[in-house]
Structures are given as C-alpha cells and as structure tokens.
C-alpha cells in the first residue's frame, strides 16, 4: 500500500470490505468537500494503551496547535509518548 522509501515511518493501516457503504457500522464526518465514511476501530484503552513511545506532527500550518491536540489526545487514552514537530517545513500548494 505504501511506496518502500517510506518503510522507516513504521506505519500501518488497516483495510476492511464491506458489502455496502450503508452498513449500520458506518460512521460519516465532514471532509473538506464531501462526507468521509469511517468505521470506529478501538486500538487501545486506558487500561491498556498501545506502546506508542513517540510521535512525530508532520507539516502543517498549524503545528504549534497541532502538537498541543495530538499531547492531550496522548493524555485522554493515557499514552506516554514524546510529541515532537517534524523537521520538514509546511509548503501550502
């Protein structure tokens, strides 16, 4: 899914097929320019959180703000992670 100059990040994704986009599992929030549908996916809980060590904020025009979100999002599910800006300036488009 993702190009192998990219392998470093670490990430993953999770992939799931539905049968029809109307599934009651289904959630909507608003995008940019239209609905996204999602399904909620619990990967953690406060009891037990994943062991996420660190966490880095990729470009954005906000990163001040940004970093502060992802700190209390870390607080809220009790992950204790340094939260850092990544190097990499923000160019708009």
Avoid at 29 to 49: C, D, E, F, Q
Wanted: net charge positive.
């Amino acid at each position: 899914m993702k190009h192998r100059a990219f392998e470093e990040e670490r990430e993953w994704r999770l992939v799931l097929r539905l049968h029809s986009a109307a599934s009651p599992r289904v959630r909507h929030r608003a995008g940019h320019s239209m609905l996204v549908p999602y399904i909620p996916v619990a990967v953690g809980t406060n009891a037990r959180p994943l062991p996420v060590r660190n966490i880095v904020i990729g470009p954005t025009p906000h990163s001040d703000l940004e970093t502060e979100a992802v700190k209390g999002l870390c607080r809220q599910c009790g992950i204790r992670a340094d939260v850092q800006k990544s190097g990499i300036p923000y160019r708009a488009l």
